[in-house]
């Protein structure tokens, strides 16, 4: 079955400084894998998608986030973090044969000025 | 743009009543979800739909039914709320298919509370 965890609840950087979330995910096949935000009180917005090819995925909003089969993750990278940066991103998994993803947690990150 | 559109933002209700929760999208998807997503639990699925007068329990069905009678709309019913149904229940849709790789469209989200 598939899973996905992320291990870091709350994260905090302060306002300039490079981000990494983490994301690892358990599916015997290639994953379809994705990093999505929510700012408060609202639903969730795609960042950005691996599906297959290049492993270093560009997103929405300067994020970016590598593929790595060997270490079966799925990490979110940001060289300089904003203010307006502060939700929760969550990643997910999918499979080809099902309709669904599975989320992970969640990861809260806090920007200090 | 495409777009999910959840009809309430907050909702209060009272314990006993019959609650709908109606999303529509516009993007011409067959596959539509409902989650319900609480502090520390993070995004458990409902139910989803994956054709028009078609739905499969998701992880957590109890208390709720759906209803998907147009393509274009899939609405969550709690049958007779209760107060441990108070939280933030989103919508989803995705292209057509038995096939996650284009990933989900989320609507804003409805807070529900239940008094």
């Known amino acids: 079955a598939q899973s996905v965890t992320q291990p870091d609840i709350h994260i905090t950087v302060s306002e300039g400084a490079s981000l990494e979330l983490r994301c690892n995910y358990s599916?015997?096949?290639?994953?379809?894998l994705f990093w999505y935000v929510q700012s408060p009180g609202q639903g969730l917005q795609l960042l950005l998608k691996?599906?297959?090819?290049?492993?270093l995925v560009q997103g929405i909003k300067g994020f970016e986030a590598e593929f790595k089969r060997s270490q079966s993750s799925f990490n979110l990278r940001k060289p300089s973090v904003h203010w307006s940066d502060a939700a929760e991103y969550f990643c997910?998994?999918?499979?080809?044969?099902?309709?669904?993803?599975?989320f992970g947690s969640g990861t809260r990150l806090l920007v200090r000025p | 743009d495409v777009k999910v559109t959840q009809s309430s933002r907050y909702l209060v209700k009272r314990t006993g009543e019959k609650v709908f929760l109606e999303c529509v999208q516009d993007?011409?998807?067959?596959?539509m979800f409902w989650y319900r997503q609480d502090p520390g639990l993070g995004l458990r699925l409902i139910y989803f739909?994956?054709?028009?007068?078609?739905?499969e329990k998701g992880d957590i069905p109890e208390g709720y039914s759906v209803s998907r009678e147009k393509k274009e709309r899939f609405s969550l019913i709690l049958e007779s709320a209760s107060t441990n149904q108070t939280s933030m229940y989103l919508c989803?849709?995705?292209?057509?298919?038995?096939?996650?790789?284009?990933?989900?469209?989320f609507g804003s989200g409805t807070r529900l509370t239940v008094v």
């Open positions: 993007m011409d998807h067959e596959n």
């Open positions: 691996y599906f297959s090819g290049d492993t």
């Open positions: 997910a998994v999918g499979a080809e044969s099902s309709y669904k993803l599975i």
């Open positions: 599916y015997g096949a290639t994953p379809y």
């Open positions: 989803a849709s995705s292209e057509t298919g038995n096939n996650a790789r284009y990933g989900y469209t």
């Open positions: 739909s994956y054709d028009v007068k078609m739905k």
